[in-house]
Nanobody, 131 residues
Framework: QSQLVESGGGLVQPGGSLRLSCVGS????????IAWFRQAPGKEREGLSC???????NYADSVKGRVTISRDSTKNTVYLQMNSLTPDDTGIYYC?????????????????????????WGQGTHVTVSP
């Protein structure tokens, strides 16, 4: 059974950093587009970043410059490094896999950041940014 498992969330002070991990089980992450989404309290889930099988990436404007997505194929893991965190970064962070499109080119606009593009989702990890 294909699964994604997120970890690395927790409580962090404003200005701090976190690295989230997304591990694939029964799912080779280096074959697919993998994305990170965030759902803040009372808000819709938003796409933050994605990485393709050829390591092209895309970032939402809201996190560009503060967030880096990367992959370690030897560990079947995709990471999201987040820096300069603010209370607005509080939420549940999900990773997701697009096992359908096999797209590996450049991401234009917000391609790769829409929920409907992904068919496998993890359970999420909580991030709280607070003094």
């Amino acid at each position: 059974q294909s699964q994604l498992v997120e970890s690395g969330g927790g409580l962090v002070q404003p200005g701090g950093s976190l690295r989230l991990s997304c591990v694939g089980s029964g799912l080779p992450l280096d074959r697919y587009i993998i994305a990170w989404f965030r759902q803040a309290p009372g808000k819709e889930r938003e796409g933050l970043s994605c990485i393709s099988s050829s390591d092209t990436t895309n970032y939402a404007d809201s996190v560009k410059g503060r967030v880096t997505i990367s992959r370690d194929s030897t560990k079947n893991t995709v990471y999201l490094q987040m820096n300069s965190l603010t209370p607005d970064d509080t939420g549940i962070y999900y990773c997701a896999a697009d096992t359908v499109s096999y797209y590996s080119g450049t991401f234009y606009g917000r391609r790769g950041l829409y929920q409907h593009e992904y068919d496998i989702w993890g359970q999420g990890t909580h991030v709280t940014v607070s003094p």
